[in-house]
């Protein structure tokens, strides 16, 4: 799989997913702003964005959330990386991560906790599905320095 050619909105802006070739890149997939797992794991990231940028890696989060909400999350965590905004599901679609969850009982459709990570060249090197938040962030750190 190579990095998709989309265009979707952003915080800090539209964002062309094939300009970011040349980098090595991280997409985690998380389920909506403002809860508490999604918190704590846009905050990890957050945390080691300066050893990410160090390693050559960009970071971004998509979710469904709307732009506005995206703002005004990136604004609370103080977030030093942008969110980029899936509402038509275009990017989710195609990585696999809309799946039928469990919530209070009810089957609902939602993203699964999933991060990428791209090869300078675009290729796909790694990928984590279901993901446990405590301690992924720093699992995706190490990986992407041994890349």
């Given amino acids: 799989m190579n990095l998709p050619t989309l265009t979707l909105p952003a915080t ?9 070739q040349g980098n ?3 997409l985690y997939f998380y389920p909506k702003d403002n809860t508490p797992g999604c918190t704590n794991e846009t905050r990890d990231f957050g ?5 990410f940028a160090a390693a050559g890696c960009r970071v971004f989060g998509v979710s469904r ?10 604004a609370k965590l103080e977030l030093p990386f942008e969110l ?11 990585f696999g991560v809309i799946k039928m969850k469990n919530m209070y009982g009810k089957q609902v459709r939602g993203i699964e906790r999933s991060t990428f ?31």
Avoid: M, Y
């Fill in 24 to 26: 090595k890149l991280v």
């Fill in 65 to 74: 959330d709307s732009l506005k909400s995206h703002e005004n999350f990136k």
């Fill in 117 to 147: 990570v791209f090869a300078a060249d675009g290729s796909l090197a790694r990928e984590w599905r279901g993901v446990k938040v405590p301690g992924h962030a720093q699992e995706v750190l190490e990986f992407v320095r041994a890349l």
């Fill in 12 to 20: 800090g802006g539209p964002l062309a997913l094939g300009n970011l």
């Fill in 47 to 51: 945390a080691l964005h300066a050893d």
């Fill in 84 to 94: 980029i905004s899936d509402a038509d599901e275009a990017l989710c679609t195609a």
